[in-house]
């Protein structure tokens, strides 16, 4: 069994599900493992339980680090039953199962490894730092709590191991989260002329916003989406109810300003509805033409069998608030997870994509210390 193998399943046994998050178990053996692979590593804690880090490998040219960041907390496991241990690390048909193997802890493995494995290289060279989250799942809380915390170091370049099936992605989508609150009055079921139906204000609402457009179509990621994902209203069924909310999910490109949409959306909603942010993620898109990028494309792609072209992907990531507070470095998206078994029930890594992902993690690393 290959050491990024044994690793990734050792991460795999903790129980990280967010929420609760519950990553200082997790955080704390892979501190451990990182000192002993001779990484300096500080500890964030930002909640009960609640635990990110920031660990390096110093260089004798300090000036522009090589980043990794990823995340060690995971999505519920859903209500469906898994047909094998989604803490268990099983290895079937060349798949390695368990709740988090490509979203995204075999990607943290994987750059972890090739950094111990090129460790002369990387103290000869410029030095690596890996910022590894808790709290990403549900809107980068670990991320936000390094920010604002500070010491953040300067890299020149960010990785960003989500899954992607180790092709190299430019950016992705931004993500607004918004609350939409109606306030009425309550009165008696059977009097409802005495109250004020704070349920059907929110429905005015929502046959409002479903013709609302964030915003035109981009280039590369297309029409911004909208969508009502969750609605509450009411206490009981004999009262007027004086209070409902619905929560909005925008996914936003680069050219568009989220207090803008936020400001539209208030004006089309009208007076009735109050909107508060939830989660407030900007867009992510480096310029393809970028020297590093283009170096990332010429390692990926013996990988892949066409010519390799611009991609973005759907979900956030932590590099919506990190390249802001890094000195927005170019960063590529890049690891080897399937995208498409990211939160489902029997979530697998393909053990090939594994292997070829610390193998080109390595490259990229020998490519930047040169």
Not at 133 to 145: I, K, L, N, V
Request: hydrophobic share 40%.
């Amino acid at each position: 069994m290959s050491e990024t193998l044994a690793l990734t399943r050792q991460l795999l046994g903790f129980d990280t599900i967010n929420p609760p998050g519950n990553e200082a178990a997790c955080m704390a053996f892979f501190a451990n493992w990182l000192e002993q692979q001779g990484f300096s590593v500080t500890l964030s804690q930002f909640g009960e339980q609640r635990v990110s880090l920031i660990a390096r490998i110093g260089g004798q040219n300090p000036a522009s680090p090589l980043a990794f960041t990823g995340h060690l907390d995971t999505v519920p496991l859903g209500n469906q039953p898994w047909h094998y241990d989604p803490f268990g690390g099983d290895l079937v048909d060349g798949k390695l199962y368990g709740r988090g193997s490509s979203d995204m802890k075999a990607a943290i493995a994987a750059f972890a490894l090739a950094c111990v494995k090129h460790r002369s290289l990387i103290r000869q060279g410029r030095g690596v730092v890996l910022l590894i989250t808790g709290g990403e799942e549900t809107g980068c809380d670990g991320a936000r709590a390094l920010i604002e915390q500070g010491s953040l170091p300067q890299p020149g370049a960010l990785i960003v191991g989500e899954p992607t099936a180790n092709y190299p992605v430019i950016g992705h989508k931004g993500a607004l989260w918004l609350r939409c609150e109606t306030r009425g009055k309550t009165a008696h079921g059977a009097m409802p002329e005495l109250g004020i139906n704070a349920i059907y204000l929110a429905a005015d609402a929502l046959g409002r916003i479903q013709h609302f457009q964030p915003g035109p179509p981009h280039p590369l990621m297309k029409q911004p989406t909208l969508n009502v994902g969750r609605i509450q209203g009411g206490m009981n069924i004999n009262s007027v109810p004086d209070r409902a909310q619905f929560d909005v999910d925008i996914r936003t490109a680069p050219d568009l300003q989220h207090s803008d949409i936020q400001q539209r959306l208030a004006a089309t909603l009208g007076e009735a509805v109050t909107i508060t942010p939830l989660v407030d993620l900007p867009a992510v898109l480096t310029a393809e033409d970028n020297v590093w990028i283009q170096q990332v494309y010429q390692r990926c792609q013996p990988l892949h069998p066409l010519p390799l072209a611009a991609r973005i992907v759907p979900y956030f990531t932590d590099a919506s608030l990190l390249l802001a507070a890094l000195g927005s470095p170019p960063c590529i998206i890049l690891g080897p997870g399937e995208p498409a078994m990211a939160h489902q029930t029997d979530e697998y890594c393909e053990l090939q994509k594994l292997t070829d992902a610390e193998a080109l993690y390595g490259q990229l690393i020998v490519d930047w210390m040169a």
